[in-house]
């Protein structure tokens, strides 16, 4: 037995360290996305502050001479911001945008709204009207900033077009993203973030994850914490480590992305869907990847693109059928549960009766341990530890049986009484019978007062038997009922009418009928006092009388 011990007290050393182990970098990840619970929850508040900026900028344009140069501006704003916000508006601004610079003759104005207007269009899915649009734009006339936005454009929209075909067709547009990828990587700063990114992504395509992971984090700290630009650096990092098949780094950056993007009111996020879609093939957050994806898809339609519509639509089901096959492998492992403890609580009972059988063999053995222990004093010294327990429960015993002495006591008392005004009632009667007295023994026998008189003294060895047992039972019978309800404590150990019915119910007894013949009331005032008593109870729809039942347990 002590070496079953022993071997379980080392499986849980064992069990503890592993999940000591792996404790540290499972609190990261949890804690991110409970973060991203919590913004989820908050998502209305960005939303709104997102729209009162929008408001603020077209509350400007209803200024009737407000410069046409001043107009443009605001609507090149408003394209930028509906950008990743709502597509068509940002379609719309940026048309705005463009017929402004073209009713100025602002030749730069006029290829930023083109570029801008390209990349409205690449997000709503019209590939074609993109290509056309950059195609109409002279890369000779652009100055650096447009160039960069030029080839950032057209780096979008091949990404978009190979995201649509869904791996057909994609060897010519791969090589066309790609070489407008290192054509901006040649005339980027490389102190930029265009530069970072780019040249960051570009390196995990072509397999060097160092490079890309010392790029990607040497600049990662300058970029401002819930922007796009931290959801776009941190999704980069999120498919970098994903290629170094590190999966805790890679879920948790793609986490600290979909913060970004819900706080900066990006309506375009990707990172939610794609950590959905993690989550779902990880198998450990069902849950959370069927919440992930159903908020990706109210996001996809306030955007309102085709192409993340698409994409959103076509994990849903699959995330959906998921969840619910989980949540019916969690009832099934509840059953499972539900049956085991049911099974366990049976042992348990069975090992309960065990024990205080053995403990009442226990009580039997003490006479027979004592005439040992005079035997055995050289032993004294090891054994006073186990000396002390015996004493203590001795003590305990010795107590109950001193309430029970004290029971059959009160009981020997009342009967011997009894019998002596028995005695005493039978010579009166039958001095009366030889003297001819009927009258008087009638009158005798047809007293009310001495009956009430008993049964007062009834009641008072009832009662006062009754609380040396159970000398708490008022004050634990009190808890069962509303505060404006209970009882006063009684210092003379008596009980009135209602708590001597349960007094009787807590002995077991629960026939009205027999309660009544003891009380010597009617079964219907029983009756009412136990209904009584009941709708003064804290909760109403419990058994109040099994909970009397097992008042006072502690008493012996």
Same mark, same amino acid.
């Given at each position: 037995?002590?070496?079953?011990?022993?071997?379980?007290?080392?499986?849980?050393?064992?069990?503890?360290?592993?999940?000591?182990?792996?404790?540290?970098?499972?609190?990261?990840?949890?804690?991110?996305?409970?973060?991203?619970?919590?913004?989820?929850?908050?998502?209305?508040?960005?939303?709104?502050?997102?729209?009162?900026?929008?408001?603020?900028?077209?509350?400007?344009?209803?200024?009737?001479?407000?410069?046409?140069?001043?107009?443009?501006?605001?609507?090149?704003?408003? @394209?930028?911001?509906?950008?990743?916000? $709502? +597509?068509?508006?940002?379609?719309?601004?940026?048309?705005?945008?463009?017929?402004?610079?073209?009713?100025?003759?602002?030749? =730069?104005?006029?290829?930023?709204?083109?570029?801008?207007?390209?990349?409205?269009?690449?997000?709503?899915?019209?590939?074609?009207?993109?290509?056309?649009?950059?195609?109409?734009?002279?890369?000779?006339?652009?100055?650096?900033?447009?160039?960069?936005?030029?080839?950032?454009?057209?780096?979008?929209?091949?990404?978009?077009?190979?995201?649509? *075909?869904?791996?057909?067709?994609?060897?010519?547009?791969?090589?066309?993203?790609?070489? +407008?990828?290192?054509?901006?990587?040649?005339?980027?700063?490389?102190?930029?973030?265009?530069?970072?990114?780019?040249? =960051?992504?570009? +390196?995990?395509?072509?397999?060097?994850? @160092?490079?890309?992971?010392?790029?990607?984090?040497?600049?990662?700290?300058?970029?401002?914490?819930?922007?796009?630009?931290?959801?776009?650096?941190?999704?980069?990092?999120?498919?970098?480590?994903?290629?170094?098949?590190?999966?805790?780094?890679?879920?948790?950056?793609?986490?600290?992305?979909? $913060? #970004?993007?819900?706080?900066?009111?990006?309506?375009? *996020?990707?990172?939610?869907?794609?950590?959905?879609?993690?989550?779902?093939?990880?198998?450990?957050?069902? *849950?959370?990847?069927?919440?992930?994806?159903?908020?990706?898809?109210?996001?996809?339609?306030?955007?309102?693109?085709?192409?993340?519509?698409?994409?959103?639509?076509?994990? /849903?089901?699959?995330?959906?059928?998921?969840?619910?096959?989980?949540?019916?492998?969690?009832?099934?492992?509840?059953?499972?549960?539900? @049956?085991?403890?049911?099974?366990?609580?049976?042992?348990?009972?069975?090992?309960?009766?065990?024990?205080?059988?053995?403990?009442?063999?226990?009580?039997?053995?003490?006479?027979?341990?004592?005439?040992?222990?005079?035997?055995?004093?050289?032993?004294?010294?090891?054994?006073?530890?186990?000396?002390?327990?015996?004493?203590?429960?001795?003590?305990?015993?010795?107590?109950?049986?001193?309430?029970?002495?004290?029971?059959?006591? #009160?009981?020997?008392?009342? +009967?011997?009484?009894?019998?002596?005004?028995?005695?005493?009632?039978?010579?009166?009667?039958?001095?009366?019978?030889?003297?001819?007295?009927?009258?008087?023994?009638?009158?005798?026998?047809?007293?009310?007062?001495? #009956?009430?008189?008993? /049964?007062?003294?009834?009641?008072?060895?009832?009662?006062?038997?009754?609380?040396?047992?159970?000398?708490?039972?008022?004050?634990?019978?009190?808890?069962?009922?509303?505060?404006?309800?209970?009882?006063?404590?009684? =210092?003379?150990?008596?009980?009135?009418?209602?708590?001597?019915?349960?007094?009787?119910?807590?002995?077991?007894?629960?026939? $009205?009928?027999?309660?009544?013949?003891? /009380?010597?009331?009617?079964?219907?005032?029983?009756?009412?006092?136990?209904?009584?008593?009941?709708?003064? @109870?804290?909760?109403?729809?419990?058994?109040?009388?099994?909970?009397?039942?097992?008042?006072?347990?502690?008493?012996?």
């Amino acid at each position: 037995m002590g070496r079953d011990v022993l071997m379980k007290f080392m499986s849980l050393i064992v069990c503890s360290l592993l999940v000591a182990t792996s404790l540290p970098a499972q609190t990261r990840l949890d804690s991110l996305l409970n973060e991203l619970d919590n913004v989820i929850v908050k998502e209305k508040e960005y939303t709104v502050r997102k729209e009162n900026y929008l408001d603020n900028l077209k509350e400007q344009l209803r200024n009737q001479n407000l410069p046409k140069e001043s107009q443009y501006s605001i609507f090149q704003s408003l @394209a930028h911001e509906y950008e990743t916000f $709502i +597509c068509d508006s940002a379609i719309a601004y940026a048309t705005r945008a463009l017929d402004m610079a073209i009713n100025l003759q602002n030749a =730069g104005w006029v290829n930023d709204s083109k570029i801008q207007l390209a990349r409205g269009e690449a997000k709503a899915g019209m590939f074609s009207k993109t290509i056309d649009i950059l195609n109409s734009i002279s890369r000779e006339d652009l100055k650096h900033h447009q160039l960069i936005d030029y080839y950032k454009t057209y780096i979008d929209v091949y990404i978009y077009m190979i995201e649509y *075909n869904d791996g057909y067709d994609l060897a010519d547009l791969i090589v066309k993203k790609e070489i +407008c990828q290192d054509s901006l990587i040649q005339i980027a700063d490389t102190a930029t973030f265009e530069y970072a990114t780019r040249y =960051g992504f570009r +390196c995990i395509e072509t397999g060097e994850l @160092a490079t890309a992971e010392r790029i990607l984090l040497s600049y990662y700290p300058k970029v401002k914490q819930d922007t796009k630009e931290c959801a776009e650096i941190t999704s980069i990092l999120s498919f970098l480590y994903e290629r170094m098949e590190n999966k805790e780094k890679a879920k948790e950056y793609l986490a600290i992305s979909a $913060i #970004s993007d819900i706080r900066a009111s990006v309506k375009e *996020n990707i990172s939610l869907r794609a950590l959905a879609f993690v989550l779902f093939n990880s198998d450990v957050d069902i *849950n959370r990847a069927n919440q992930y994806i159903k908020k990706s898809l109210d996001d996809a339609n306030f955007y309102n693109a085709r192409l993340r519509n698409i994409q959103t639509a076509k994990m /849903l089901p699959i995330i959906d059928k998921a969840y619910q096959l989980d949540r019916e492998r969690q009832r099934d492992r509840l059953r499972i549960l539900l @049956a085991t403890v049911s099974v366990l609580s049976i042992i348990l009972l069975v090992v309960i009766l065990f024990v205080v059988k053995q403990m009442k063999k226990l009580a039997k053995a003490k006479k027979h341990i004592e005439e040992i222990n005079a035997r055995l004093n050289e032993l004294n010294v090891a054994l006073q530890d186990v000396n002390k327990q015996l004493k203590q429960m001795n003590l305990s015993l010795a107590e109950s049986n001193h309430i029970k002495e004290l029971f059959i006591s #009160s009981f020997l008392e009342i +009967c011997t009484e009894y019998i002596e005004k028995l005695d005493a009632f039978k010579g009166t009667v039958n001095r009366k019978v030889k003297a001819g007295q009927i009258t008087d023994i009638l009158k005798l026998t047809s007293k009310t007062e001495n #009956s009430v008189l008993e /049964l007062k003294e009834l009641y008072a060895n009832f009662d006062n038997a009754f609380l040396n047992i159970y000398p708490s039972f008022v004050e634990e019978f009190n808890r069962l009922l509303r505060p404006e309800e209970r009882y006063p404590a009684i =210092g003379d150990k008596s009980l009135n009418q209602e708590l001597r019915v349960f007094a009787l119910i807590k002995l077991g007894v629960k026939d $009205i009928n027999k309660i009544a013949v003891f /009380l010597h009331y009617t079964p219907r005032t029983v009756y009412n006092y136990r209904s009584k008593i009941k709708s003064k @109870a804290l909760n109403m729809d419990e058994d109040f009388e099994e909970k009397v039942k097992r008042l006072c347990q502690d008493s012996f």
